[in-house]
């Protein structure tokens, strides 16, 4: 094989080798980043609807994301929330945390760091 045909075909296999690059790294990083930033921006559209009808001011209210949905901050009180769709009964942690809630055991504690 010539020279100049050595590097047309070296040149057109990396020209195919970028393109099966692409493609692979698409489908195996970009479509499920795309999936979950649809998934998160269905979520947040449910969460302002939802926020619509909360009682309280929203910009006190803290994310934590199970087995208690958030935690809201009143000036007279601190409240743990958990929203709740339908006839879905309280988990067993969740049921314990209230339990624990009612029963006054809550305690106030600071980790010091160097």
Known sequence: MDTLMT?????????IGVIIGVILSFRTAVT????????LTFQMEQSQEIMKYYPYNPDNFRFLGGPVNG???????????????GNNPLTKEQDRIKTLLENGKVRWYEFMTK
């Open 71 to 85: 935690i809201q901050f009143e000036e007279d009180s601190i409240l743990f929330v958990r929203f709740k769709e």
């Open 32 to 39: 499920p980043m795309h999936q979950r930033i649809d998934k």
């Open 7 to 15: 590097i047309w075909v070296f040149f057109i296999g990396s020209i």
